[in-house]
């Protein structure tokens, strides 16, 4: 059996053929597990939140991909990355936390490569290939630039400082309840003051601009010559840029950094209307919505300083 034309459609770039279960898995276990993913029958598991910039980068490829998944919102504001059982499973704390059976990924362009490929055995292919070296390229030009510091810097001192010391106790009070962990957790708790640390630098902020504004400048210039980042077609690209525009709207910099680039500005309007941009980020963030979903996680945070419920 052939690729379907639709899905040739969906994925130009699929045309030089390899084994799907060998390129997806790497034993025999996942060899027998990706064989038995027929679509709407397995479901898999994302760990992930609205507020994270990665975790919409892999909901994006999901929604994209039209693959079924069970959502598991970990807030990583109030601590909730931190809890034991989730810490067991990813000892880093970060999000998103992609799992399929035993098998369980970290790495947010691994999570959306394998989601690709996923997508296209689902569909009934019989063999695949990797995505095209231009699209590989872009979504790790893109995954380069981190957007945390950037966003820690855009928060009032005051507030970002009340949310540190939160989040420390935290940590302390898992480690108490965990002392098993307690090696990972002190890990933990020195990124967080290393982290603060990094915030008094100036020239930290300096360089993060400089890196978003190369990184925009060159998506500007590739938009001139094609619709979407890596050619005439949506890809996988596109799904790692947009919620970074995103990100520079929320914090009300799109007149700095997207206005004034015609290309992305056009772009932006466009990937605005796809049916994921609204599930993925409109149903949290555009309008009165953005104000709803920080101001419950403020409230949260603010709640069990309070009570002193870490």
């Known amino acids: 059996m052939s690729l379907s034309s639709q899905h040739m459609k969906k994925h130009p770039y699929l045309v030089n053929f390899v084994s799907p279960y060998a390129y997806v898995c790497n034993n025999a276990y996942h060899l027998l597990a990706c064989k038995t993913i027929p679509r709407g029958d397995r479901k898999m598991q994302l760990y992930h939140h609205p507020l994270d910039v990665d975790s919409q980068k ?91 510091l950037f966003t820690l810097f855009q928060i009032p001192e005051k ?46 902020l300096r360089r993060s601009k400089e890196d978003l504004v190369r990184l925009l400048d060159e998506v500007e210039r590739q938009l001139s010559e094609t619709p979407f980042l890596a050619g005439q077609e949506f890809t996988m690209a596109d799904v790692m840029l947009i919620p970074v525009l995103a990100r520079l709207e929320l914090l009300d910099l799109e007149k700095e950094y997207i206005v004034g680039r015609p290309n992305i500005a056009e772009y932006w309007l466009l990937v605005q209307q796809r049916p994921s941009y609204k599930k993925v980020i409109g149903k949290y963030f555009n309008g009165w919505r953005k104000h709803k979903t920080l101001l419950k996680t403020w409230c949260l945070v603010r709640i069990r300083t309070l009570l002193k419920r870490y």
Do not use: C
């Not at 949310?163 to 957790?185: H, N, Q």
């Open 159 to 204: 507030y970002r400082l009340y949310v540190s010391k939160f989040i420390r106790r935290v940590v302390i009070a898992r480690m108490s309840e965990s002392p098993e962990l307690a090696s990972d957790y002190h890990r933990k708790l020195r990124e967080a003051y290393e982290t603060e640390e990094k915030l008094k630098e100036a020239e930290v």
């Open 58 to 148: 892999v909901r994006f490829a999901l929604e994209e991909e039209g693959v079924d998944y069970t959502s598991y919102h970990v807030n990583p504001i109030t601590g909730k990355n931190l809890d034991s059982s989730f810490f067991k499973m990813n000892p880093s704390g970060r999000l998103p936390v992609f799992q399929n059976g035993s098998h369980i990924i970290y790495s947010t362009v691994d999570i959306i490569q394998y989601i690709e490929r996923i997508a296209v055995v689902s569909a009934g292919a019989e063999s695949i290939s990797a995505a095209s070296r231009e699209v590989i390229e872009w979504m790790q030009r893109i995954q380069e630039w981190d957007p945390k």
